[in-house]
């Protein structure tokens, strides 16, 4: 992808998020299933969390209680409005996250719930995550998921823009996608981009980033699989080497 129409369609995302705020706010209310198992696993006393593309504070949610140093981070002014509505003590920032200008080797944790996937074109991402290392202590973890859209609704717009990218009638990657967001009515109130990762291409793109594959597995409501089946989330714990 021109990285020209991939920094328009960064743009246009942002825009969309907006648009849909409230609606997608009203969807996450409770913390999902595999928050709580990297929680329960990764947490510990005192760290440096940073929570990227925190939206309403969903994660935020479920560690309150803890003994840590947390700050969450999303490009949508009205998300991180209800995040500091609901949690005024907290550090919600609004941030461009291919743009972070946190000190170096600072964070002990990095979390990206259901991020990744909006960053269009693989250099974009590239360097997204070639920042998210410079930003973790020696030996930190970064915690990443992205949608799964083998199975389901999703898998439909990949396969209609996978046909018309074969046409060359569309700018987008192969396996990209504008996926609608409707409301209750079923009215279109945006095309939220999305790239449909392969388990083989992320596990590819961390380590291109420096990073060392300490899990990678599909889940569905906090079961692992070795493989997709029917899964909600292709999930990735990388740790920094040095």
């Not at 998210?132 to 717009?157: D, E, H, V």
């Not at 996978?162 to 009638?169: E, F, S």
């Not at 291409?201 to 493989?227: M, N």
Request: proline content about 3%; some cysteine; hydrophobic content about 40%.
């Amino acid at each position: 992808m021109d990285i020209k129409d991939a920094k328009k369609l960064i743009k246009k995302t942002k825009r969309d998020f907006e648009k849909i705020a409230l609606q997608f706010s009203y969807t996450r209310i409770f913390p999902r299933p595999e928050m709580k198992y990297f929680a329960g696993k990764y947490l510990k006393p005192h760290q440096k969390i940073l929570d990227i593309g925190c939206g309403n504070g969903l994660f935020f949610e479920l560690i309150k209680d803890k003994e840590i140093n947390y700050t969450g981070i999303d490009s949508s002014k009205k998300l991180i409005s209800f995040a500091r509505k609901k949690y005024p003590r907290t550090k919600f920032l609004v941030k461009n996250a291919l743009e972070l200008n946190f000190k170096k080797n600072y964070f002990d944790l990095i979390f990206s719930f259901a991020f990744l996937h909006h960053i269009p074109s693989e250099s974009l991402r590239l360097n997204f995550l070639q920042n998210i290392y410079k930003l973790l202590k020696p030996k930190g973890y970064f915690i990443c998921t992205c949608w799964n859209s083998f199975a389901g609704r999703k898998m439909k717009y990949i396969e209609k823009f996978n046909a018309l990218n074969l046409a060359g009638k569309s700018k987008l990657d192969f396996n990209d996608a504008l996926v609608p967001w409707k409301n209750s009515k079923g009215e279109v109130l945006a095309e939220i981009y999305y790239h449909r990762f392969t388990r083989l291409e992320l596990k590819k793109l961390f380590e291109k980033a420096g990073f060392k594959i300490v899990e990678l597995f599909y889940e569905k409501q906090g079961r692992k699989f070795a493989r997709d089946r029917w899964t909600d989330n292709l999930c990735v714990v990388a740790q920094k080497r040095s």
